[in-house]
């Protein structure tokens, strides 16, 4: 089976999940990111490694801040952007998905950013566009959330130092999170010996121990001696179906408090992928305290999203492998 | 080359001649007159043959009985034509199948299974026997008339892949068709389980993000509707069971004496939830593969008969309707023609004879049914599939004649191959 994103030279040519990628790629992406983080500090902060192409930001899901960080990525690499809601527009009218890509790719489309609703979908669009056009996924249902995944690690890295003395507690709804999974791989692939899930069983998957991770059902136990606590956005609608009966008992059991986070080590960070549901899945004085490191996590975003895009437009266009 | 003449009698020489009620096989000529087998070995006297089928080196076995195939008609032409997919079962060596009642209007008035059968009969291919809809419009709510439809000349009623919810509907569908001897025929899901479940509930579903189907909502349903039919005494028939937990209760069942069959479909054989690969579409099928134990489970239970039979689950999907995203995508695998090679693949990895794994899509179905198809013996209908069991050929669009190309064997090579299929004594597919 063709590696669905790397071509034959074992270059990134799509970014679609962080499973199944060499640690060396991750690297390389933090690293690109590094240099990028002090072009967002200039008074002219661009650079012209995308100049004439075009990127599309094809989001079937509407998503206002993921898609702002990955348009002011490609605008600071001197790309042109094109902002697609699609909900709005061809799906309603009954298109399809591989039809209203092939029509932007008639367009000449350089790069696709996809979120969809649907698990999978980025995969769909990668196997049909040409072998010069590259696909980011900006998140696909349950999924993945690459880039998320790798500003995650790009904030640890940077708070941390090295991966490989961590103990990382992803806490919440881990069933529905695409950030969860995305997390976890990036977290073993990077060598972090122990990453655990904090949640009630009806929030986790079943078998999540087979992707290497360690289940905890108590904030007590899940939270001890931990360097990072990453917290997951609780959706409203979780409170339907009878996953949980109430957004108060959430917090009760599971929302981060001083008290919760003191079973961490003194110097762990809190991170969240935003946004955030203040007296849900985190107190405020904890969003807001020292250790707190979410909106360094937004500001690194935009680095390493241009480190996606900069990789990917160097890429051989020979097609994938 | 293709044979046009009606009924003409036809000898079928040196060929190896599988007998499934037995398990043994022999090399033999068979001699077919009319409808019926007239001979085996021995030619009868004055015998002359309109027609001579040079079998040596290949394979004679009853022809194939499905239990579960779509033809899409009434309703979803646009997927598959009934002519189209008549042809598909003739060339797999599918000698009768039976259709489940989900087609558009369903199956549970006797116009429509009229007007199915009359469709059928127009067109060579196999013998077509409806199932009709257990409960009006399959909505669980009021029963059918399962007599009229039984004149009409369904064979069994069925739910098709939707759930009878009331328990008490269960319950009195079951009494009525137990009075009257009907078989009911039941696919095991429990739907508040499923929900919008796409895959298996293991490692695979957990890392892909996909929404899961537990084993747990089959196992339910099964339980359930076994203790329905234990307390009814109703002929029951457990279609398309994917779970080991499955084959063990229906293992229990039967050594307890509840009257219940159950089969599997083929590719379920074959596959687990593994195959999904990177959000596969051709792999989402209902029930979702499972599991290695699962397969390994469904496998062993074919081999000492707590699985009476294994179908096709023949559902032929449109391309549009698989180009989407795993979820989004449309279940169903096209499998009439993949059917024998796929069943001769279990055969050998378990090193099964040919004649009793051949049971499975003969005699095993027709006896789920209550019928005498899958017998080779003088006096019986002939129908038969002579094949080749060492041809391998590639599953790719052009070789096959489905109007549905959605299998997840597509590309890959598989062995055995129909050379003539007859039915009643006519041939219907010819090579």
Redo the contacts between chains.
């Keep these: ?1 063709n590696h ?1 994103q790397l071509n034959a030279k074992g270059e990134l040519t799509h970014l679609l999940s962080i ?1 199944g990628l060499p640690k060396a790629i991750l690297t390389r992406i933090l690293d690109t990111a590094d240099s990028f983080v002090s072009v967002g500090e200039r008074e002219v902060k661009k650079v012209p490694l995308l100049r004439g192409k075009s990127v599309f930001n094809l989001f079937f899901e509407n998503s206002t801040r993921t898609r702002t960080t990955f348009e002011i990525a490609a605008k600071r690499l001197s790309a042109d952007v094109i902002n697609l809601n699609i909900n709005a527009s061809s799906a309603s009218k009954g298109e ?3 039809d209203t890509v092939a029509n932007l790719e008639a367009m000449q489309a350089d790069m696709f950013v996809v979120r ?1 609703a ?4 980025p ?2 669009i990668a196997q049909h566009v040409a072998p010069h056009v590259h696909v980011v996924n900006a998140g ?5 959330h690459p880039t998320q995944g790798l500003l995650d690690m790009y904030t640890i890295r940077h708070f941390k130092k090295d991966f490989t003395q961590l103990r990382v507690a992803i806490v919440g709804d881990i069933l529905h999170s ?1 950030v969860a ?1 995305s997390d976890i791989h990036a977290l073993t692939t990077l060598g972090v010996p122990e990453v655990r899930v904090v949640g009630p069983r009806t929030l986790l ?4 121990e ?2 290497g991770v360690k289940v905890c059902y108590t904030m007590e136990e899940g939270l001890r001696d931990v360097d990072v606590v990453i917290m997951l956005r609780l959706q409203n609608e979780r409170m339907k179906g009878a996953l949980l009966p109430s957004a108060q008992e959430f917090y009760k059991n599971y929302g981060l408090t001083p008290e919760k986070l003191a079973r961490a080590k003194p110097d762990a960070i809190v991170m969240h992928p935003g946004p955030m549901n203040r007296g849900v899945e985190i107190e405020s004085s904890v969003a807001d305290g020292k250790q707190a490191v979410i909106l360094p996590q937004v500001t690194f975003g935009i680095a390493v999203r241009m480190a996606v895009m900069a990789i990917l437009a160097s890429a051989d266009a020979g097609g994938a492998a | 080359m293709s044979v046009t003449l009606s009924h003409p009698s036809i000898a079928i020489l040196g060929g190896r001649v599988l007998d499934p009620q037995h398990g043994t096989e022999r090399v033999q000529d068979i001699y077919i007159a009319d409808t019926r087998i007239v001979g085996i070995g021995v030619k009868p006297d004055g015998f002359i043959a309109a027609h001579t089928i040079q079998a040596k080196g290949l394979t004679v076995a009853p022809g194939i009985v499905d239990l579960c195939a779509r033809l899409r008609e009434p309703g979803f032409e646009y997927k598959a034509t009934l002519e189209t997919e008549m042809a598909a079962a003739a060339a797999g060596g599918v000698t009768t199948l039976v259709c489940p009642p989900d087609t558009d209007p369903v199956l549970d008035e006797p116009g429509l299974v009229n007007m199915l059968r009359q469709r059928a009969k127009a067109s060579r291919g196999p013998r077509v026997l409806p199932m009709g809809a257990l409960t009006v419009g399959l909505k669980g709510h009021e029963i059918t008339e399962m007599a009229v439809l039984t004149d009409a000349g369904c064979v069994a009623f069925s739910q098709a892949d939707r759930q009878v919810e009331d328990t008490q509907v269960l319950y009195r569908a079951m009494q009525y068709a137990a009075t009257f001897g009907y078989t009911v025929v039941l696919r095991c899901e429990d739907h508040h389980l499923t929900k919008d479940g796409v895959a298996h509930e293991g490692e695979i579903a957990a890392r892909l993000g996909l929404p899961a189907v537990p084993p747990l909502a089959e196992v339910i349903a099964l339980q359930r509707a076994l203790s329905v039919a234990r307390a009814t005494g109703v002929k029951l028939h457990v279609a398309r069971i994917s779970t080991a937990q499955s084959v063990a209760l229906l293992r229990a069942a039967k050594a307890d004496g509840i009257k219940v069959t159950c089969d599997v479909a083929v590719h379920h054989l074959h596959m687990t939830d593994m195959d999904i690969g990177y959000f596969d579409a051709r792999a989402r099928v209902v029930p979702p593969f499972r599991g290695s134990a699962d397969k390994a489970a469904l496998r062993a239970g074919l081999v000492d008969g707590t699985i009476d039979a294994i179908c096709s689950d023949h559902a032929p999907v449109d391309e549009d309707e698989k180009q989407l995203p795993f979820s989004e995508a449309e279940p169903g695998v096209t499998a009439l023609e993949l059917m024998l090679p796929l069943t001769l693949k279990w055969a050998e990895e378990h090193k099964l004879p040919l004649a009793q794994a051949w049971a499975r899509i003969s005699t095993g179905p027709a006896h789920v049914l209550g019928m005498g198809m899958g017998q080779l013996a003088v006096g019986a209908k002939a129908d038969l599939v002579v094949f080749d069991a060492d041809a391998w050929w590639k599953v790719d669009a052009g070789a096959l004649r489905s109007l549905g190309h959605n299998t997840p064997f597509l590309g890959l090579e598989v062995k055995g191959r129909a050379r003539h299929t007859i039915v009643d004594g006519e041939v219907t597919f010819a090579v």
């Design positions: 089976m669905p499973e399809s998905l591989l969809h649907s698990s999978g979908a995969y769909l696909d249902g349950r999924h993945a695409r999974r998957p079943a078998h999540i087979d992707m």
